[in-house]
Structure formats: structure tokens, C-alpha cells
């Protein structure tokens, strides 16, 4: 009877005490899941995981650790007590690869190989499909071992645990995806400001180089019809494999990257060999480039951005090629704006230029590029007018210089449109003369005809011109009129702040020397002039005559025009 | 992200403090990496960058430190990065920053470090 009694109390005693680790268990699993709520760090959870799990279950010894289950490679690892062990270290459990068919099969090793690593209890966890690890304990200190209703436990708080730790990595994920669209945001509000090509690859690669946190970064942007690289950009590279334009990285873009409109991205070995791609992963292996994204800026124009590895290890993945090639077509729509801008500031020079010397429909034409212009530097032959006003100094003295000044604009206005009509150039005014070229600036099929014919229209226009002064001034003027054909130098002459576009030769003085002889209203030509004629001009031939700085008489020829239209 | 970088370099014992206000960017970082190469030719060996809590740093700032980071290790010099927000801190760590380069929470505990 009192060896029943005892024996009863012994049950009660032995259950109560159960109880009491049932309940400190449960309690340890309570306070866990409480704390786990608090970190914000993936570690951090995992040794708060660990540390729960050793205390509540007595145990002598714990680690946890995360592995990437596809490679079978652990990423990170926690552990208390095994470096003090003398048996099998853990590192040899983990580098026994035995934890991969774990994952593979999700059936539990062997208890017998687990035992020899000094591991009694252990639970996977996993926190993604490619994210998975284990918590394992050693013996309890206490020497009793495991039970069912241990490991349901510790299952428990396996998974609060790796709730936890989906959650933070998620939390990390978004984080970093408003890091990225603020950084695309950044590179928008930044390159705005920027105006050269060169500037924006630059800003370009930062931000790339930055948002990935590589070491190394190249940007290119090259003109693949011309086969020339323009802007060639990096960072961290060795200095020996970027060597400047057409060597090295320069070449290898030029004769493979840049026919590559993918991104690539490099895992693992790269066939020696180049085949699949062309040689483009070997190109940018050879380099110790990771990655690439080729930009569009233009059908000529392309470009694209070169990535080491990152400092983090990770490899690209797909979502970091969705955001490479939102920021590289960022970078292409700015470098098209500032070509834009660099084309139209060099229109507005050059239409401002043209327009000296040309018509307005002339310079449009040029400024499209509907018309080739020679801006020389060369020889050419060409035809000149020289147009002078007869007794100019006799006709305007005592006149109010406002008024000259009024008169001589309506004149030239006048006659550079007319010059102009007929594809002239005006090469300069001379005090109250006119020097146009035909044939110079844009080409005309035949210059001296076009001379002739604008001369012609000029003598035509003047009577009209003299009745409008004279009934406004009581003014009117005569115009004589020499053209020359012959080779000239032409092109822009001057200095670097004051450059003009014009011709220089013996042609510009005969042409003057003509428009001397020419009496008011005649248009004298040379013989180099009047051989380019057709038989459509009508022509009278005049006695030769001596024209200064030329030895010899010249062949003086008159054009015979009607004051009709012809 | 429109504020002035502002560097101000101090010395605390062998260590060249760098502090940093306003935003760091590819467009305006141009300033630290100077001064990191400035601080180079002089032999400096011990270098501390010490952000003020409302500093912003963008992807192209972190480049920057990137580089200057990387080139420490070629020139043998150690650098440390302190006063940072929770939030770069947490960005820096996300990039791998801290892999090349530790990060305090004060510029105390960066210095007690070296």
C-alpha cells in the first residue's frame, strides 16, 4: 500500500515535472515568436532562433544555418558550442554535402550519420524555394533524449522563424526596389541638366555601377556605320584591357558588342571558343565583365553598359536586367536629346552663317542637308560679279546720311535677293559695291549662265528702284556690272573669333577691273565667261582693252539684254 | 536630392575625418574623390567619412565610395564610414559595401576602431 502511494507520487511528482517542461517550452515558444517580431536583420533572427531553441530545449550545443538549395552552398551559418566539441566539427557535417539530398528528397538524414556529427535533433527550414537550412541541436545536457513531441516543437518554432526571416528578406526587396526607382528617378532629374554625351555615360555608368555595387563598370557609345567609337567610359577596369579608343575593349565593341541587342549575363565558365553569341560573352569575360546591356540611341548610334560582378556576390538576375534596361534606354533618350540639342545649336551656327552669304531657302536646304555645301579650304572654279555704282560719291554728296543709309539697304536688299534667286552666294559689299560667286558655296550646273542671268535681272530691276527714290528722295543711280570665270581659293577665312567663307584670286580683281569699263547699265563679261555662254545670250563683242595689274589687252565682251524679260 | 555637397576635412590624431552634408551624387561626388586623392598624395592612412544623419546618397554616390573604397585597398589605407541612416546603412549593406568598407553608428566608435 505505501509502495503504491509512493509510487503514485512518484507519477504525480514525474508528471507535474513534464508538465512544467511542457510549459516552459511552450513558453520559450511564445517568447520567441514575440521576439522574432522585433529583428530586422535575417541573421539576427536566425541567432535569436537558435539561442531559443538551445535554452528551451536544454540542449548542449545548436546551429542553424540558410544555404542556396540549388548550388548546395551555405550562406550563412550560426552556431554555439561545436567549436568546443572534439569530435567531428560541423563544418564537416555542412561540407559532407549531406544537407543537399536533405533539401532534394525533404526526408531527414540518417540519425546514425547525424549522431556521428554530434546532431540530435534537426529541422529544415525553408524560406524560399532556393533559400533553405536547418536548425540542429546537440545532446541535452541533461542526457535524455528527444522526443516527438520535441521536434513537433521545435518545428514550431522553426517556422515562426522562417516566417520571419521571408519577411525581412521581402521588407529587403522592397526596400531595394524603391532604392532602384529612386535611382531612376535621380538619373531622370539628373542627366536633364547634362549636355554632353560623354557627362551622361558618365552619370549613367555611376548610377548603374552604384545601384548594383560593382567595382567595375564600362559605358560605350559608339558610331557602328563609321565604325568609331565616341564615348568610351569606366571605372575599376585595368587599365591595360581599356586602352583607349579602337584598342582593347574599344575594338572588341566595335567588331562584337556592338551587333548585340540583348543583354547578356554571364554564369559560369565561357566557351573558349565564342560560339553561341558571337564571341560576345568571351569579349566581355576577357575583360572581367559580368554583365551587358546594349542601348539604342540611333540606327547608327549604340551603345551600352559593361558590369563586373557585384560586391555582394550575388549573381544578375532577371529583375536586375529589367531595371539595367530601364536605366540604359534612360541614358539612350537623354543622349538623343543632347545630340538633338548639339544638332540644333549647330543648325543656328550654321544658319546664322549661311545666311550671309545666302538665301534663306538656300541655308534651310543646307541646314537639312538637302544641299551639300563645299566649305572648301580648296581650288574651284568659279564665276564672279562685281557690281559698282556709277559716280556714287558725286550722286550722294550733300545728301543726309540717314537717307543714304536708307537708299544703299533698299539696294542691297534688293540686289542680294536677286543674286540670290540665282543660286549666288554673296561674297561681301564693298563699300557701295556688290562681289557675288556662282558656283562656290552650293553647286550650280553652270555658273557663269547664272552670273549672267542675275546680272541681267539686276540691271532689269534698278529703273524700278530709281522711280521709288526719285519720287520719294529725288534720287536715282547707275549700276555697271563685270563678270569673271575662273579658279579661285575659296573657304573661311580669318580668325578663329572672326571667320568669313569667300574667295581669293586674280578672277575677283578682273571681274572689278570689268565693272570699271562697264559704262551705267552695261554688263561686261570675259572671254572665260562668254565660252560658258550658250547662243541663247546675246553678245556683242567689244574692242579688247588694258585692265589693271594684267599685262596685255582683254577680250572685252558686252551682254545685249532687253529691259523685257528675256 | 538638391542639396550642396559639403566636405569639411579635419584631422583627429593620424585619422583625416571627411564630413559630409548635403547630397552625395555621381554629378556632384566629384568633390570627395578629390579630396580622397588630395589626402592620398599626403600620405594619409587612416581616413574617416562621417555622414551627417540627413546626407542623401544616391546610386551614384555609392559608386563613388565604391571607388573610393576600392582603390584604399590598393593603396593600403583604412577607411571607415560612420554617422550614416539606418536606411543607408541598410542600402550599403544591400550593395556590399560593407564587404570593402566597416560602418559605425558615431564617428566614436569609427575612430576607436583604426
Known amino acids: ?566 | 536630392m538638391n542639396k550642396e555637397l559639403q566636405l569639411e576635412i579635419t584631422t583627429k590624431g593620424e585619422v583625416a575625418v571627411g564630413s559630409i552634408k548635403g547630397d552625395l551624387t555621381a554629378v556632384n561626388g566629384g568633390s570627395i574623390e578629390e579630396a580622397y586623392r588630395g589626402m592620398t598624395r599626403e600620405g594619409v592612412r587612416k581616413i574617416l567619412f562621417l555622414f551627417s544623419k540627413e546626407c542623401y546618397i544616391n546610386s551614384g554616390g555609392i559608386a563613388i565610395l565604391i571607388g573610393i573604397a576600392s582603390a584604399s585597398r590598393k593603396n593600403g589605407q583604412a577607411i571607415r564610414i560612420a554617422g550614416l541612416s539606418d536606411h543607408f546603412r541598410k542600402i550599403f549593406h544591400m550593395m556590399g559595401l560593407t564587404k570593402y568598407v566597416a560602418i559605425f553608428p558615431t564617428e566614436e566608435e569609427a575612430l576607436k576602431d583604426f
Open chain 1, 1 to 566: 500500500m505505501e509502495r503504491s502511494i509512493n509510487q503514485s507520487t512518484e507519477n504525480a511528482a514525474f508528471a507535474e515535472s513534464e508538465l512544467e517542461k511542457r510549459l516552459y517550452r511552450l513558453k520559450t515558444l511564445f517568447d520567441a515568436s514575440q521576439e522574432l517580431g522585433g529583428f530586422r536583420d535575417a541573421r539576427d533572427i536566425l541567432d535569436n532562433l537558435l539561442l531559443n531553441a538551445i535554452g528551451g530545449f536544454g540542449a548542449a550545443k545548436g546551429f542553424v544555418f540558410l544555404a542556396d538549395s540549388q548550388a548546395g552552398e551555405v550562406k550563412t551559418i550560426l552556431h554555439r558550442g561545436f567549436d568546443e566539441d572534439p569530435g567531428p566539427r560541423l563544418g564537416d557535417f555542412l561540407s559532407a554535402g549531406k544537407f543537399k539530398g536533405f533539401f532534394d528528397t525533404g526526408s531527414p538524414p540518417d540519425p546514425l550519420l547525424l549522431s556521428s556529427f554530434g546532431v540530435f535533433l534537426l529541422k529544415p527550414l525553408s524560406v524560399s524555394e532556393e533559400v533553405k537550412g536547418a536548425i540542429g541541436l546537440g545532446e541535452r545536457i541533461t542526457g535524455e533524449p528527444y522526443t516527438d513531441e520535441d521536434m513537433e516543437l521545435l518545428g514550431t518554432l522553426a517556422s515562426h522563424g522562417e516566417s520571419r526571416v521571408r519577411n525581412v528578406r521581402l521588407l529587403q526587396q522592397l526596400e531595394k526596389r524603391v532604392f532602384h526607382l529612386r535611382t531612376l528617378y535621380d538619373l531622370s532629374q539628373e542627366v536633364v541638366f547634362l549636355k554632353e554625351p560623354r557627362e551622361i555615360l558618365r552619370a549613367l555608368l555611376m548610377t548603374v555601377m552604384g545601384t548594383f555595387g560593382t567595382v567595375s563598370g564600362v559605358s560605350v557609345l559608339a558610331d557602328v556605320a563609321k565604325g568609331k567609337i565616341e564615348v568610351l567610359e569606366w571605372r575599376g577596369m585595368g587599365e591595360t584591357s581599356m586602352s583607349g579608343e579602337g584598342a582593347g575593349f574599344g575594338r572588341d565593341y566595335l567588331e562584337v558588342l556592338g551587333g548585340v541587342s540583348r543583354p547578356i549575363f554571364l554564369a559560369g565558365a565561357v566557351d573558349p571558343a565564342g560560339n553561341g553569341d558571337g564571341g560576345a560573352s568571351r569579349s566581355l569575360a576577357s575583360v572581367g565583365l559580368n554583365a551587358w546591356i546594349p542601348f539604342r540611341v540611333s540606327e547608327s548610334l549604340r551603345g551600352g553598359i559593361g558590369l563586373g560582378e557585384k560586391l555582394s556576390g550575388e549573381p544578375y538576375a532577371v529583375d536586375d536586367g529589367e531595371l539595367l534596361a530601364t536605366l540604359a534606354a534612360q541614358g539612350a533618350v537623354a543622349i538623343q536629346n543632347a545630340k538633338l540639342l548639339e544638332r540644333m545649336k549647330r543648325e543656328e551656327v550654321a544658319r546664322v552663317n549661311f545666311s550671309r552669304y545666302l538665301s534663306p531657302q538656300i541655308v534651310e536646304k543646307i541646314v537639312r542637308h538637302d544641299v551639300e555645301v563645299n566649305l572648301g579650304g580648296d581650288r574651284k572654279v568659279v564665276t564672279i560679279l562685281f557690281s559698282d555704282i556709277r559716280n556714287f560719291t558725286t550722286i550722294t554728296e550733300n545728301r543726309p546720311p540717314g537717307q543714304l543709309v536708307h537708299i544703299l539697304n533698299e539696294y542691297f536688299t534688293v540686289m542680294a535677293q536677286i543674286i540670290f534667286e540665282h543660286q549666288g552666294s554673296l561674297d561681301k559689299y564693298i563699300g557701295d559695291a556688290i562681289v557675288a560667286v556662282f558656283g562656290s558655296l552650293v553647286p550650280v550646273e553652270n555658273p557663269a549662265k547664272n552670273a549672267v542671268a542675275a546680272a541681267v535681272a539686276m540691271m532689269r530691276r534698278l529703273p524700278e528702284l530709281n522711280r521709288h527714290w526719285e519720287t520719294r528722295y529725288a534720287f536715282y543711280m547707275n549700276i555697271g556690272i563685270g563678270v569673271n570665270t575662273g579658279e579661285v581659293f575659296l573657304g573661311n577665312i580669318g580668325s578663329p573669333e572672326r571667320m568669313e567663307f569667300t574667295v581669293i584670286g586674280d578672277v575677283v580683281n578682273v571681274a572689278s577691273r570689268f565693272s570699271g569699263l562697264a559704262k551705267p547699265g552695261q554688263v561686261l563679261v570675259t572671254k572665260e565667261t562668254r565660252g560658258l555662254l550658250g547662243p541663247d545670250v546675246r553678245i556683242r563683242a567689244h574692242p579688247p582693252a588694258s585692265v589693271k595689274g594684267k599685262t596685255g589687252k582683254l577680250e572685252v565682251f558686252e551682254i545685249v539684254y532687253t529691259q523685257a524679260a528675256m
